[in-house]
């Protein structure tokens, strides 16, 4: 049984920071690309962003300069770092492991809620 477990969201205001991490097996991490995706309500899942094991990352562009991804091999720990979060980044973010060769090949963490308010 895979598990990816998120932690790390909560409340805050805007032009604040917060920390999500997402740790997973050792025998996914070391295959798998990682990454974040968002979700707000009445709103499609969206990626934010995404790192191979190979370091190459992936941003969406309203998050790009604000928001970076990490990878720690040694804790199999991906980590999102958000920097002058703004209200329209309030969502549950889901942390995700895919395939690099196999789309079909997916895990999804249960998801931890971003509330971005004064």
């Known amino acids: 049984q895979v598990q990816l477990v998120e932690s790390g969201g909560g409340l805050v205001q805007p032009g604040g920071s917060l920390r999500l991490s997402c740790t997973t097996s050792g025998s996914i991490f070391s295959i798998y690309t990682m990454g974040w995706y968002r979700q707000a309500p009445g709103k499609q899942r969206d990626l934010v962003a995404s790192?191979?094991?190979?370091?190459?990352?992936n941003y969406l562009d309203s998050v790009k300069g604000r928001f970076t991804i990490g990878r720690d091999g040694a804790q199999n720990t991906v980590y999102l770092q958000m920097n002058d979060l703004k209200p329209e980044d309030s969502a549950v973010y889901y942390c995700n492991a895919r395939h690099p060769s196999d789309s079909s090949q997916g895990y999804w963490g249960r998801g931890t809620q971003v509330t971005v308010s004064s």
């Open positions: 790192a191979t094991t190979s370091g190459r990352t």
